[in-house]
T-cell receptor
Framework: GENVEQHPSTLSVQEGDSAVIKCTYS??????FPWYKQELGKGPQLIID???NVGEKKDQRIAVTLNKTAKHFSLHITETQPEDSAVYFC???????????WGAGTKLIIKP | DAGVIQSPRHEVTEMGQEVTLRCKPI?????LFWYRQTMMRGLELLIY????????DSGMPEDRFSAKMPNASFSTLKIQPSEPRDSAVYFC???????????????FGEGSRLTVL
């Protein structure tokens, strides 16, 4: 079936450094790719998304890049801060773009 | 807006008991989703509604699970009878529009943590 693979499962970076999380998807019809951040005890929250008609999108310290040919997309966080510590999920749309397939999540740890 | 409201936040029950989880979506949102989150299986979509009508329930694990949305401001997920393998965090989420639309962002509640002994 369709799936989304996410790597790494855990990422530890020094405060101030950059973090990159990568995802690959299998459904060539997917055209919407959101990233959600989940803090402990909370539900996931959208932090950035990208649609297939663009290759990159930025919002302050976070950016997402999309390579439709290779079917992969990445989240980039620059100048990491302690509040960036959380689990990050990527997802890709499927079923005529009315549902999401989720990656397994990446636990990001920011070391002081 | 108060966001998506779920209750109870925590539920501990014994195998065989009925469990009912409740959700109040954000006012004006036309889509409501029930997800289950476990370490082993991650985030799984159980069912979603559009304008109170169930659209896709293919993720519901088995007949023990049922979901209803009697009106635009309330939904329930029921498990009867409950089993230990149902232990998970259950999230409700709502969206203004479908994913294909610019306003398709999912807004999640804080979840209901279910433990079945």
């Amino acid at each position: 079936g369709e799936n989304v693979e996410q790597h790494p499962s855990t990422l530890s970076v020094q405060e101030g450094d950059s973090a990159v999380i990568k995802c690959t998807y299998s459904d060539s019809a997917s055209n919407y790719f959101p990233w959600y951040k989940q803090e402990l005890g909370k539900g996931p929250q959208l932090i950035i998304d990208i649609r297939s008609n663009v290759g990159e999108k930025k919002d302050q310290r976070i950016a997402v890049t999309l390579n439709k040919t290779a079917k992969h997309f990445s989240l980039h966080i620059t100048e990491t801060q302690p509040e960036d510590s959380a689990v990050y999920f990527c997802a890709a749309s499927w079923k005529s773009n009315y549902q999401l397939i989720w990656g397994a999540g990446t636990k990001l740890i920011i070391k002081p | 807006d108060a966001g998506v409201i779920q209750s109870p936040r925590h539920e501990v029950t014994e195998m065989g008991q009925e469990v009912t989880l409740r959700c109040k979506p954000i006012s004006g949102h036309d889509y409501l989703f029930w997800y289950r989150q476990t370490m082993m299986r991650g985030l799984e979509l159980l069912i979603y509604f559009n304008n109170n009508v169930p659209i896709d329930d293919s993720g519901m694990p088995e007949d023990r699970f049922s979901a209803k949305m009697p009106n635009a401001s309330f939904s329930t997920l029921k498990i009867q009878p409950s089993e230990p393998r149902d232990s998970a965090v259950y999230f409700c989420a709502s969206s203004l529009a479908g994913l294909a639309e610019p306003t398709g962002e999912l807004f999640f509640g804080e979840g209901s943590r279910l433990t079945v002994l």
